[in-house]
């Protein structure tokens, strides 16, 4: 299972890409994120419990990271069927498609040495997501897993 921190990963990915894409990059992120976990919230009948709004973001982040690489990573429309998906640059990871949420541990490891780790109470009760998505799972996912056939659309 790969811990997946959000604040990092988004960094990473913002650092691979041309300087310019940036602040497209951080507003299209925070805005995804927003609006996932304001969707969540309203539909969801457990939204007012204390650590529900922690979770849905870090989902969000989730969703938001698979979003980016599949957008990346997709044929063209018009590509021949059976096209490969598009490499990824080496500087972006590759997390999932089990993501567990950082532990206290992280934490404190990244917290400078003779400083108190500042713990948010509701992070430590995040619940682990898979997550099932072309990205990961493209050749199960394409074809019908009754008759076998392909004509999913």
């Not at 299972?1 to 925070?30: C, G, Q, Y």
């Not at 419990?49 to 973001?57: G, I, K, L």
């Not at 950082?102 to 430590?124: A, C, D, F, N």
Request: hydrophobic share 35%.
């Amino acid at each position: 299972m790969s811990t997946f921190e959000p604040d990092i990963v988004r960094a990473i990915i913002k650092n691979a890409l041309p300087s310019k894409e940036h602040d497209k990059f951080e507003k299209r992120w925070t805005k995804s994120v927003n609006d996932h976990v304001e969707t969540w919230s309203a539909s969801n009948l457990h939204a007012d419990e204390a650590t529900a709004h922690a979770q849905f973001t870090w989902v969000a982040h989730v969703v938001v990271y698979i979003e980016f690489l599949h957008e990346r990573t997709k044929p063209a429309p018009r590509s021949p069927t059976g096209m490969k998906p598009l490499p990824l640059t080496l500087k972006i990871p590759i997390y999932g498609p089990h993501f567990g949420p950082p532990q206290h541990l992280h934490i404190v490891k990244q917290t400078p040495s003779g400083k108190v780790p500042k713990v948010r109470i509701e992070m430590t009760y995040l619940k682990p997501i898979t997550i099932i998505h072309p990205f990961y799972h493209a050749a199960r996912l394409s074809v019908c897993p009754c008759c076998h056939g392909n004509n999913l659309s």
